[in-house]
C-alpha cells in the first residue's frame, strides 16, 4: 500500500470517527430521554392497571370482565408509550399508525359477528342480567348458567343438554330472571270435568301440594280458574318453591293433584267428538 492509499483511509476514518461523533452528540439525549421516558411511563401504567384492578373488585366485576378490561387498558397505553418513545427518538410513526388503522379496520370486517358477541359479552358482565347459578329463559331455551364468557354464554337445561348462547344476539334480546327474587312460582295448569264442584277441587288440590316437601308454604299455593269451556274447566295450579327444586315440583305437583282429585272423586274432562252427518 503506497502512502496515498494510506493518507485516504485515515481521512476516511477520520471522517466516519468525526460523523459518528456528530450523531453520538445528537441522538445520544434523544436515546436517553426516550429511554427515561419509556422507564417512567411503563411504571405510571403498572401503577394505573393495578388501581383499576382494586376498582374493578371493589364495584364487584366479574374476574373475567376484570383481566380482560385491565389487559385492553394496559395495551392500548403500553402501544401509546412505544408510539411517543420512537417520535422522540427520531422514527416517523405516520405509516406505521395508518398501516396499524387499516389492518384494525379489516380485522374488525372479518370478525363483524363475533365483535358484536364480545361487545355484548362485556355489557352482560357490566350490567350483570343474571350470574353464574341463575336460571334464565332466553333465545328460546330455559336452563342453568353455568358459564359466562366474553363471546357466549353455556346453559344447562332440565334433560341435561348444554347450549352455548352466543352473548351477541342474547345481550339484545328478552332474558328472563327466574332466581332474581329466590322463590319461583311454578305455574301449571290442569283441568277438571265441567260439572265438578271447582271450590272441592281446589281445596283438593291445595292439599295435595301441601304434602310436597319442597313446595313453600310462603308465598302460598293458588289454584284459581284460568278457562271454562271446550268441555272442561281449567284451573291454573300455581305453587312455589327455590329455584334449584323447580323441576321437582312441576312433575311432582301434578302427580300429587291428580292423585288426590282421583281418591276425592274430582272427575277430570271427558275427551268427546263431534260428528256431523251429511
Same mark, same amino acid.
Given at each position: &500500500? ?11 476514518? *477520520?471522517?466516519? %470517527?468525526?460523523?459518528? @461523533?456528530? &450523531?453520538? $452528540? ?15 411511563? +411503563? ?20 374476574? *373475567?370482565?376484570?383481566?380482560?378490561? +385491565?389487559?385492553?387498558?394496559?395495551? !392500548? ?6 408510539? +411517543?418513545?420512537?417520535? &422522540? #427518538?427520531?422514527?416517523? #410513526?405516520?405509516?406505521?399508525? %395508518?398501516?396499524?388503522?387499516? =389492518? ?9 359477528? *363475533?365483535?358484536?358477541?364480545? %361487545? ?26 353455568? /358459564? ?9 337445561? =332440565? ?11 342474547? +345481550? ?17 295448569? $290442569? =283441568? ?6 271447582? /271450590? ?7 292439599? !295435595? $301440594? ?7 308454604? *310462603?308465598? %302460598?299455593? /293458588? ?8 268441555? &272442561? ?8 318453591? @327455590? ?32 260428528? #256431523?252427518?251429511?
Amino acid at each position: &500500500m503506497d502512502l496515498l492509499q494510506i493518507d485516504t483511509v485515515t481521512n476516511q476514518a *477520520s471522517t466516519f %470517527a468525526v460523523k459518528a @461523533k456528530e &450523531m453520538a $452528540m445528537e441522538y445520544a439525549p434523544k436515546l436517553l430521554g426516550a429511554i427515561l421516558v419509556y422507564l417512567i411511563g +411503563s411504571w405510571v401504567i403498572k401503577k394505573i392497571t393495578q388501581l383499576l384492578n382494586k376498582m374493578f373488585i371493589k364495584k364487584n366485576y366479574e374476574p *373475567s370482565l376484570r383481566t380482560f378490561l +385491565s389487559s385492553l387498558v394496559s395495551i !392500548a397505553l403500553n402501544i401509546l408509550l412505544l408510539l +411517543s418513545v420512537f417520535e &422522540m #427518538i427520531g422514527v416517523k #410513526i405516520t405509516a406505521f399508525a %395508518a398501516l396499524l388503522a387499516g =389492518a384494525g379496520l379489516a380485522i374488525g370486517a372479518a370478525l363483524n359477528g *363475533s365483535l358484536g358477541n364480545f %361487545a355484548g359479552g362485556v355489557m352482560m358482565l357490566v350490567f350483570k342480567p343474571f350470574k353464574v347459578g341463575d336460571m334464565i329463559e332466553a333465545q328460546g331455551q330455559i336452563g342453568i348458567v353455568t /358459564e359466562q364468557g366474553i363471546f357466549n354464554t353455556m346453559i344447562l337445561t =332440565a334433560d341435561n343438554k348444554t347450549v352455548i348462547l352466543p352473548n351477541g344476539p342474547l +345481550s339484545t334480546g328478552t332474558i328472563v330472571n327466574y332466581t332474581t327474587h329466590g322463590n319461583l312460582r311454578v305455574d301449571l295448569t $290442569m =283441568a277438571i270435568a265441567p260439572n265438578m264442584e271447582i /271450590e272441592k277441587a281446589r281445596q283438593v288440590a291445595i292439599v !295435595a $301440594m301441601a304434602h310436597h316437601p319442597k313446595v313453600l308454604n *310462603s308465598p %302460598a299455593p /293458588e289454584v284459581s280458574v284460568l278457562k271454562v269451556g271446550d268441555g &272442561m274447566v281449567t284451573l291454573a295450579v300455581r305453587p312455589y318453591t @327455590k329455584q334449584p327444586d323447580y323441576w321437582d315440583v312441576y312433575f311432582g305437583v301434578q302427580e300429587l293433584v291428580k292423585n288426590a282429585w282421583d281418591v276425592n272423586g274430582v272427575e277430570g274432562p271427558t275427551p268427546h267428538r263431534v260428528i #256431523i252427518q251429511k
